[in-house]
Structures are given as structure tokens and as C-alpha cells.
């Protein structure tokens, strides 16, 4: 009788804790075609897993019988870029996401979490990263300062 308690308890108090909290930050959405950080390392145009080929946000792979999509996004924050994918079933309904628009995101080691327009929060996996460089002064920039 103790144990059953004893869980009852717990359960209830995890119940109550709801989700975890994390820490939110907001990006741009950049096509994951036409952008500079990642262009040349989309999937575009290539067999994937077994797919049809990468089309504009998504492709699709048939493996063992099961049909996926595997949606691609690009992040743009002040200080990096990220190259993120999320995979889904066929009739999964896609993430409510726009591109050049602002979106809301949460990185937790080598996951994202994304929150769609319709206020849905997906998990995505991050395949690469990379570090925002500050604009360049170029010699005319700096005497047309003075």
C-alpha cells in the first residue's frame, strides 16, 4: 500500500510540473536553397535515404515501408546559423513555418525545438551550425567614415 502511494505522489508531482522551461530565442526562417550559409550543403536535387530528392523545404523517403518527409530549415539568429531537419510521417501535417519571417526557437544540445505560427512546438535535429562572422570594413567604408 506504501508503493502505491508512494507513486501516486510522484506521479502527481510530476503532472503539476508541466514542461520544461527553456530558453527561447527568436530567428529568422531563410530558405534553405537561397541563403549563404548553407546553400551548397542542402540536400538539393540528390537521392536521400532512399528519397524522391530534396524540394524546396522537404523530401521524401520510403524506408522499409514506412513514408517519411524530412523537413529542412534554416535559422538565422545575430550570431549564428542553423541548419535544422525534422522528420515526419507522409501524413504528419508539416510545421505552420514561413520563410524570411520570425520565428520563434529553443536549442538544447544538438536538438531545436521550433514554434509554428499556429503556436505548435516540433522538434528538430540540428545537422550544422555555423558562427555568424561581423560585417567587414573594406579601406573605402573606413575613409568615407572620417
Given at each position: ?77 545575430p ?38 505560427q ?29
Open positions: 500500500m506504501k508503493t502505491i502511494t508512494a507513486i501516486l505522489v510522484l506521479t502527481s508531482a510530476f503532472g503539476i510540473a508541466g514542461p520544461k522551461e527553456r530558453d527561447w530565442q527568436t530567428g529568422t526562417l531563410l530558405d534553405p536553397d537561397r541563403n549563404h550559409y548553407f546553400a551548397a550543403s542542402t540536400p538539393a536535387d540528390s537521392e536521400i535515404g532512399g528519397g524522391q530528392g530534396f524540394n524546396g523545404f522537404t523530401y521524401h523517403q520510403n524506408l522499409g515501408g514506412v513514408q517519411s518527409t524530412v523537413d529542412h530549415y534554416v535559422i538565422e539568429t550570431d549564428s546559423a542553423y541548419l535544422v531537419e525534422r522528420t515526419r510521417l507522409n501524413l504528419a501535417k508539416a510545421a505552420a513555418l514561413h520563410r524570411y519571417q520570425p520565428v520563434k526557437f529553443a536549442v538544447e544540445k544538438n536538438k531545436v525545438w521550433v514554434v509554428d499556429e503556436g505548435k512546438e516540433y522538434e528538430a535535429k540540428i545537422v550544422k551550425r555555423v558562427l555568424r562572422q561581423p560585417p567587414t570594413e573594406t579601406p573605402a567604408s573606413l575613409a568615407s567614415s572620417k
